[in-house]
């Protein structure tokens, strides 16, 4: 009986390699090809990135025909391992970096497609034009893990445990943000501007800080507030101050309750956010003739 099944690898099959976002949509890409072809194949997954695999070490071998490693530089043991585990299929290489060429690595593919090796005309990435997935919704995460003022009605820790385990589980993009604004770290924004353009680029806020709920709301994009205070502190009343429903307590926090606000914040969320922003606005006009007045009581 002749063998026909293909057996797709890459770094993101080795239990100490990578996953990464570029490997799996050049994945996509050869699987497409593959589909259009009429070729039956499997991928193995690593079992740190995808436990239901199937994983290298649970394969048979002799299953399979071919073998294609896809994407990422083609060098090293675990490479070179493939073609002592598989000597019977032919094994070709597509989308790689190819450092050295007499690396046992390189040598043993039957077919080397390389996208960039030493000499040779680079070839573009097979990511560039690997199939679209849907658009997802962006969420910016911003949370904070001070606020010792608070005391034994702090539950932080738990709030932030709750969240990042719950947006771990949530079809979307995902941007850790800090408030705090810092001039020599790359890492923070070092003016206020330049925190607001990161904000009005997402699709919704996740915060448990009062400012990442003002400015969410200050940029028109719906925010899924969560007060971190037992009993409800400065994040309640803010949201109370500025008629924002999506609010959570740290006492109230559970999945159900999470996912609901989620999809309303990506629902009639995103409309009732810009009539916020806009209500915010007029109210900040008409507040600054009152404090205007209540300071001039104080400073003269």
């Known amino acids: 009986m002749t063998l026909r099944k293909t057996l ?8 100490h390699g990578e996953v990464t976002a570029g490997d799996v949509l050049a994945l996509r890409r050869v699987q497409r090809l593959l589909d259009a072809r009429g070729l039956a194949h499997d991928t193995a997954w690593s079992p740190g990135f995808r436990a239901g695999g199937p994983g290298l070490d649970a394969l048979v071998p002799h299953d399979y025909a071919r073998l294609v490693f896809v994407c990422g530089p083609l060098h090293g043991p675990q490479v070179a391992d493939l073609h002592e585990r598989f000597p019977h299929c032919v094994r070709v290489a597509v989308g790689v ?6 690396d046992p690595a390189v040598r043993g593919f039957h077919r080397v497609i390389a996208r960039d090796r030493a000499g040779g005309t680079p ?5 560039a034009a690997a199939p679209r997935g849907t658009a997802l919704p962006v969420a910016g995460v911003v949370l904070t893990h001070g606020q010792g003022e608070y005391g034994t009605r702090r539950r932080h820790a738990a709030v932030a445990d ?12 995902r941007v850790e943000l800090d408030t705090r604004l810092a001039a020599g770290d790359w890492r923070l924004c070092g003016t206020s501007a330049q925190f607001e353009s990161l904000v009005g680029r997402l699709d919704v806020v996740v915060t448990d800080r009062l400012h990442g709920l003002v400015l969410a709301l200050r940029a028109g994009v719906p ?27 740290a006492d109230g926090l559970c999945g159900r ?14 409309p009732a956010a810009r009539a916020a922003r806009d209500a915010l606005s007029a109210r900040g006009d008409a507040e600054d003739v009152r404090l205007a007045s209540e300071l001039a009581d104080v400073l003269g």
């Open 8 to 15: 797709l690898t890459g770094w993101f099959s080795f239990l």
């Open 97 to 102: 970096s190819v450092i050295d060429p007499a």
């Open 123 to 127: 070839r573009v990435d097979l990511a």
């Open 162 to 173: 709750e969240l990042t385990g719950w947006l771990g589980r949530q079809d979307c993009g």
């Open 223 to 249: 925010a899924l507030a969560v007060d971190p205070v037992a009993g409800g502190a400065k994040v309640t009343a803010q949201a109370r101050a500025c008629d924002w429903p999506a609010l959570l307590t």
């Open 257 to 270: 309750e999470l996912d609901r606000w989620w999809r309303w914040c990506l629902g009639p969320g995103r």
